[in-house]
């Protein structure tokens, strides 16, 4: 009897649930919408080399963020001027931590991108502790904005209170 196959079945079925699928639930101001792993993969990647938390460069890749905010219909480039200067993106993870970005910090034309929704380190998934999704913001001197298991984001404006 041949039992590769049986093996390799063996193999994904221990595996799997330890490397959650990529998802995320992103909100454009009106309705959510659902981007699962077939979505995400579709998306375009970028390598960056970062400082990680334990002092080390490394090489982190995933997807641009101005590709997922375009999904989003967010303002970009020239259309991102005047009243859309107070659009904000709002970022909460799996334990409901949550840090907001602007979007022009987002935004290729007003800054070298290198902030990047991440899915691997140095060629591999993230662990369960950063992933499988982490914001990874390689300029950031501190890490408070290297959101691990982001698991939503929203775009939305940062309004002043009435009076
Ligand atoms: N999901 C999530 N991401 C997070 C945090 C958090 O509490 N939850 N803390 C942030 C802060 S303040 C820092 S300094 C780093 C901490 O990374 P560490 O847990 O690897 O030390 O993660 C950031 N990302
Ligand atoms: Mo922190």
């Known amino acids: 009897m ?17 490397t959650a699928a990529p998802s995320l639930r992103l909100h454009d ?21 970062a400082k990680a938390r334990d002092g080390k460069e490394k090489r982190f890749s995933g997807i641009p963020l101005a590709e997922v905010l375009k999904l989003a219909g967010a303002p970009a480039g020239d259309t991102l001027r005047g ?11 799996a334990d409901n931590y949550q840090v ?27 662990d369960e502790y950063e992933g499988p999704l982490m914001v990874v913001a390689g300029d950031d001197l501190r890490h408070s904005r290297w959101i691990r298991q982001v698991k939503q984001l929203i775009l939305t404006r940062a309004i002043a209170p009435a009076s």
Request: glycine share 2%; hydrophobic share 55%.
């Open 83 to 93: 009243a859309e200067m107070n659009r904000v993106v709002l970022f909460t993870a």
């Open 29 to 49: 101001g009106k309705e959510w919408k659902e981007l699962d792993a077939a979505a995400l993969a579709k998306l375009p990647r970028v390598e960056i080399t």
């Open 100 to 126: 907001a970005y602007s979007l022009a910090e987002l935004d290729a034309s007003f800054r070298k991108q290198n902030i990047i929704l991440a899915d691997q380190v140095d060629g591999k998934p993230l």
């Open 2 to 18: 041949n039992f590769k196959p049986l093996l390799t079945l063996a193999a994904i079925c221990l595996i799997a649930p330890l």
